[in-house]
């Protein structure tokens, strides 16, 4: 069974950078079948698709235009875990963070998710 | 980008009775390899969304056969046979044939 497993802080500071790892049991950060992915929530923009990682050959990364220029996605193989890195926050970036796994050709058919984090953005 | 429309946003319902959900796309699902990409999540209060059916149509492992998805095109819909109370939350559905992928805006399911 997979399990994702995610830590970071809950508060951020309005300019620095959200920091949220996800840790994977059950399957590989470098499978080449599957892909990971942050998702965001939030009343304001609902359910938000972040990014992406994979590995098929080489890394690749994929990003949501809203938030393409500030963001970064990164796999670490050593730990078995990818890491969200969102820079320049403001308060509008405040919402629940979700990392979750979708498979190669199921085209956003999200099958396991993190627990979700908090994180709001505030002096 | 394409527009993922839920309706309705609150649907009181009946334990025991029937509920329906639609979603609408703001252009076709059919994907140039013959599939249509149309993902229903579930949410209930506090948990993460799970999801229940892929594919339009394709029910998840361990989800109870009274939930059902169907349609095409542009249209989609889930539907609830008889509502139970570990049904209330909020049901989303995604997009996932066009780029980027979209979700609904959601639609809560309340007594």
């Known amino acids: 069974q997979v399990r994702l497993q995610q830590s970071g802080p809950g508060l951020v500071k309005p300019s620095q950078t959200l920091s949220l790892t996800c840790a994977i049991s059950g399957d590989s950060v470098s499978s080449n079948s599957v892909i990971w992915n942050w998702i965001r929530q939030s009343p304001s923009r609902g359910l938000e698709w972040l990014g992406r990682?994979?590995?098929?050959?080489?890394?690749?990364?994929d990003y949501a235009r809203s938030v393409e220029s500030r963001i970064t996605i990164s796999p670490d193989t050593t730990k078995n875990q990818f890491s969200l890195q969102l820079h320049s926050v403001t308060p509008d970036d405040t919402a629940v963070y979700y990392c979750a796994r979708d498979v190669h050709g199921t085209y956003g058919s999200y099958d396991f998710w993190g627990q979700g984090t908090l994180v709001t953005v505030a002096s | 980008d394409v527009v993922v429309t839920q309706s309705p946003l609150s649907l009181p319902v009946t334990l025991g009775q029937p509920a329906s959900i639609s979603c609408r796309s703001s252009q076709s699902l059919l994907y140039s390899d013959g599939n249509t990409y149309l993902t229903w999540f579930q949410q209930r209060p506090g948990q993460s969304p799970r999801r229940l059916i892929y594919k339009v149509s394709h029910r998840d492992s361990g989800v109870p056969d009274r939930f059902s998805g169907s349609g095409s095109g542009t249209d989609f819909t889930l539907k609830i046979t008889r509502v139970e109370a570990e049904d209330l939350g909020v049901y989303y559905c995604l997009q996932g044939s066009h780029w980027p992928p979209i979700f609904g805006g959601g639609t809560k399911l309340e007594i």
């Open positions: 990682t994979y590995y098929k050959s080489r890394w690749h990364y």
